[in-house]
T-cell receptor, first 111, second 113 residues
Framework: GEKVEQHESTLSVREGDSAVINCTYT??????FPWYKQEAGKSLHFVID?????DRKQSQRLIVLLDKKAKRFSLHITATQPEDSAIYFC??????????FGDGTQLVVKP | DPKIIQKPKYLVAVTGSEKILICEQY?????MYWYRQSAKKPLEFMFS???????DNQTASSRFQPQSSKKNHLDLQITALKPDDSATYFC????????????FGSGTRLLVI
């Protein structure tokens, strides 16, 4: 089955800088790539996704890039704020089966 | 108002006992899931249901049994509880399986003593 890997288990940035979280996947048939955020002591919530028909998507300070050839996708958070501190999970799916999650990246935004 | 309700929020159970974790969603979604999160595994998939049918089961133990009495319900029965079952159990749902984002419940924190 699909295997999604997040390369950074923790990431620390200064407030105002950009943060980049990288993920790779193994299933070439994967076509849907959502991202989730989990704040301390809380549940996960959806933040942004990208489908394989595009290679870039932006929603305010969040940018997702998809490189299908390399089977790699990334989440860029620009102008980071302390409230961006959380665990971010990337995920992938073929579209007709369940979503496969990475192990999460703990992002710390230092003031 | 929460769109996915998980009950109870916290649960303490004695080793060997049986508990049922409740999950109801009011989003009109057709697919529902159970995940487990612990210090050992960040997010571990357990079950997926689509239109009340079991689609995927990655739980090795038969002590974990999902129960879907209605389309918007997916409860999780756990029997013969062990301390290793201590974790936060998240229920999630999506419009369709795999091609739309999941909405997660707030979780049930289970402690087995």
């Amino acid at each position: 089955g699909e295997k999604v890997e997040q390369h950074e288990s923790t990431l620390s940035v200064r407030e105002g800088d950009s943060a980049v979280i990288n993920c790779t996947y193994t299933d070439t048939a994967s076509s849907y790539f959502p991202w989730y955020k989990q704040e301390a002591g809380k549940s996960l919530h959806f933040v942004i996704d990208i489908r394989s028909n595009v290679d870039r998507k932006q929603s305010q300070r969040l940018i997702v890039l998809l490189d299908k050839k390399a089977k790699r996708f990334s989440l860029h958070i620009t102008a980071t704020q302390p409230e961006d501190s959380a665990i971010y999970f990337c995920a992938a799916s073929r579209g007709n089966n369940r979503i496969f999650f990475g192990d999460g990246t703990q992002l710390v935004v230092k003031p | 108002d929460p769109k996915i309700i998980q009950k109870p929020k916290y649960l303490v159970a004695v080793t060997g006992s049986e508990k049922i974790l409740i999950c109801e969603q009011y989003l009109g979604h057709n697919a529902m899931y159970w995940y487990r999160q612990s210090a050992k595994k960040p997010l571990e998939f357990m079950f997926s249901y689509s239109y009340q049918k079991l689609m995927d089961n990655q739980t090795a133990s038969s002590r974990f049994q999902p129960q879907s009495s209605k389309k918007n319900h997916l409860d999780l029965q756990i029997t013969a509880l062990k301390p290793d079952d201590s974790a936060t159990y998240f229920c999630a749902s999506s419009h369709v399986q795999g091609n739309s984002d999941y909405t997660f419940g707030s979780g049930t924190r289970l402690l087995v003593i």
